[in-house]
């Protein structure tokens, strides 16, 4: 299945940040004349913590789809996403995310197909497994969509590609997120997927159907507290679908 860019790395990301973010509880309510506070630091803590997120992402994919018949074509794909997290309680975390495929390029025998923009969104959740932050341990799932058109590089204007061809993909992907915070500013972490769904095509005036060869990433990421709520991340995975993305968000 081919992904559709940081809208399968927002949900677990979305989550990390949140809890890289979620400030330290200093005070809480006022203090009487017997030294006890008025109300309990986890009461503070949940009224205060960041419950919302917005953030904005690129990444590029490397990858290859298997059509079936002998056919399997690598595949290079960029994406510009935003992204949207709502976090209604401590360990779990709702996403919304779209964008659109900035380019690419599907490689057959035939030739070399172009991807034109297209829609692309997910929606998904993310929950902390293990209490705290040190470490965090994420459970994800993402239910993604994408549609482009491909045309044959270099193609006459009077073939039949010439106005392209749909390009429609699928994805459901359940992953594991590994990380923690360092100096209340760095949260490093790991990451792990598994995923699949079909891509739907027309190749030399067939239809077919495809899938990811690889059904599986492993790599790692850094999130960084720039300053107040707002961070930053890189990820990048080099084993199964290769990929790179980073992108910039702010928690409110």
Not at 87 to 110: H, N
Request: charged share 10%; proline share 6%; net charge neutral.
């Amino acid at each position: 299945m081919k992904p559709v860019g940081p809208a399968t790395l927002a949900m677990g990301i979305a989550a990390a940040g949140l809890l890289a973010t979620s400030p330290e509880a200093r005070a809480c309510g006022v203090s009487t004349a017997d030294g006890l506070s008025s109300c309990s630091l986890a009461e503070h803590e949940e009224e205060t913590r960041p419950r919302w997120r917005l953030g904005a992402s690129a990444s590029y994919t490397s990858t290859a789809i298997d059509f079936g018949g002998n056919l399997t074509a690598p595949e290079t794909r960029g994406s510009v996403i935003a992204s949207f997290a709502y976090q209604p309680t401590p360990r779990l975390t709702w996403q919304l995310a779209a964008g659109s495929t900035v380019g690419g390029r599907l490689t057959t025998p035939a030739g070399t197909y172009d991807f034109s923009a297209g829609p692309t969104g997910a929606v998904g959740a993310s929950y902390r497994l293990v209490k705290g932050t040190k470490p965090f341990v994420l459970a994800t799932a993402n239910l993604s969509f994408s549609a482009a058109t491909t045309q044959l590089s270099g193609a006459p204007s009077s073939t039949p590609t010439s106005n392209g061809v749909s390009y429609d993909a699928f994805d459901l992907r359940l992953g594991g997120l590994v990380g923690t915070t360092l100096w209340q500013v760095l949260s490093p972490y790991a990451v792990v997927r598994a995923f699949g769904g079909p891509v739907y095509w027309q190749y030399q005036g067939a239809s077919v159907t495809g899938t990811d060869a690889h059904h599986y990433q492993v790599g790692a990421g850094l999130t960084l507290l720039v300053a107040g709520r707002v961070d930053a991340f890189v990820e990048g995975v080099p084993l199964g679908e290769r990929s790179l993305a980073g992108g910039a968000a702010v928690a409110f």
